[in-house]
């Protein structure tokens, strides 16, 4: 009996001729494969990620902006589409705002974003804005927000004086052996650390 005749190319190749989901990682990954190896085709850089040569030209024509992504930020490197801000004059004035308290030294937290960003909505007149947990979720997401805690006495030291206080603090330990000199800050009882000579 003879074999049975198979339709022009394989599985392999039907595979790759399918659109395929990247998420930006991957797409980054394509990017970063095409500057290690400049002379790789796009048909080439297409067969080693199994995605068609058409989507690979529009990743590469994107490079600047898949080079950017923080791959370190687990939950934007797993996407795989961008969904852009619903209100993003709002988001970026809010953004602006931040940098700028930031830069001040200033202490923000969510509830504080929120109440600014509908301050912001109101002064731009943007309608139906919601202010929702979500919301903050998605716009601390979108521009690469973290949250820090500060603990104790972080961030009080005034840095205006700075300088002259070292001095002054220098001043009064070079009367001292350096074998007698010690940071008592946040202990609970300084007699168990102290020496006496």
């Known amino acids: 009996m003879p074999p049975e005749k198979r339709a022009k190319g394989n599985d392999d190749e039907e595979k790759i001729n399918k659109r395929k989901s990247l998420t930006f990682s ?4 394509v990017c970063e494969w095409k500057r290690d190896h400049p002379s790789y085709s796009l ?8 995605i068609s040569k058409s989507q690979t030209g529009n990743i590469i024509k994107e490079k600047d902006k898949w080079m950017s992504i923080d791959t370190s930020n687990v939950k934007s490197s797993n996407l795989k589409r961008e969904r852009g801000a619903k209100f993003p004059e709002v988001e970026a004035a809010l953004y602006l705002w931040m940098s700028q308290a930031l830069a001040s030294n200033l202490a923000i937290s969510g509830d504080i974003l929120k109440n600014k960003a509908s301050y912001f ?18 716009f601390k997401a979108r521009y690469n927000i973290k949250q820090y805690n500060k ?15 070292r001095t002054i603090l220098q001043e009064v330990i070079g009367e001292y052996d350096l074998c007698n000199v010690y940071n008592v800050d946040e202990t609970g009882n300084c007699i168990n650390i102290a020496k006496f000579v």
């Open 151 to 165: 603990a104790g006495e972080a961030n009080s030291a005034p840095l205006e004086t700075l300088d002259n206080e």
């Open 121 to 138: 909505a109101e002064r731009l007149q943007v309608t139906n804005f919601g202010r929702s947990d979500g919301w903050l979720t998605n």
């Open 26 to 29: 991957e797409k980054k990954e």
């Open 43 to 50: 048909d080439e850089i297409a067969k080693k990620f199994r």
